[in-house]
């Protein structure tokens, strides 16, 4: 028996156990019981998600607040997904505090990588710590403007040396911020598609930066929340579409993909379906071996799993 009908029949098997024991129903932060159509390949991750815990202060500041959600949620969507491996990330609402997604990483059993967000004060002695702990990775987030970008050249060079990214949550300000992060040392990161306005799409000045980034071949985009930008909305976001198909056509091999669960910028009622955002790539990329790529062979070179 081949590895990917093995593989297919453990998915299977594992959500058949899953929907007799009630596990796919009401999964949380996630609407939709059914599995995904798309069976991901053996070693496959979600490249963004988030895990929030109450008991931790919230940074000074933070606007953004969701309830608790922890790896035990997350687990339930991963049995629907047929998924293990992910990628947490410290969400804004920590500020630098990364002692939510540690714990995660921590009982996550090897099937995790972090994203931290650091102060620029930070140690040698604390990143190596963070690098122990599954740390890949720094997040810089421009949602209270370019400020947040003080100090990332010095910081960019000192995890290059650890094999890191550089990932940043750019918001509407890409084309201001680009020529920047393009002289950046280390490998870049631009998560959420980049923030590609609609109905400009590919029209975009932020597109055109994102591309011009991606030209210099040492940047990655998250193929994730195609639902922050789209105009045309559920369940297909065509709009959206466009831009990440042509993405996938120019550049697969620096693309990975990332569920964005629990989907902490949308309201309750406002959830999507995580199912039908992973059979998305049925469409955006009909070739079964660009979909190897993006669920599982560039992540786990980029994470370093």
Known sequence: MSLTRRHFLQVAGALGAAASTGVLAKVPFSQGEAPARLVPPQGSVDCHMHVYDSRIPVAAGATLLPPDASLEDYRQLQQRLGLRRMVIVTPSTYGTDNRVMLDGLLRSRGDARGVAVVASSITDAELEHLHQAGVRG????????????????????????????????????????????????????????????????????????????????????????????????????????????????????HLVWGSDWPHPTLAPEQKPDDAALLDLLLQWAPDDRVRTMILRDTPVKLYDF
């Open 138 to 253: 720094i997040r810089f987030n421009l949602s209270v403007g370019t400020q947040a970008l003080d100090g990332i050249e010095a910081l960019a060079a000192r995890v290059d040396e650890l094999g890191w990214n550089v990932q940043v949550a750019t918001g509407p300000l890409l084309p201001e911020v680009a020529p920047r992060l393009a002289k950046l040392p280390s490998k870049l990161v631009i998560d959420h598609l980049g923030h590609v306005p609609q109905p400009e799409g590919l029209k975009s000045t932020a597109f055109a930066a994102l591309t011009g980034l991606l030209d210099a071949g040492r940047t990655w985009v998250k193929l994730s929340a195609p639902y922050l930008r789209s105009a045309v909305g559920a369940p297909g976001y065509q709009d959206v579409g466009i831009v990440v198909s042509t993405l996938i056509a120019r550049y697969p091999q």
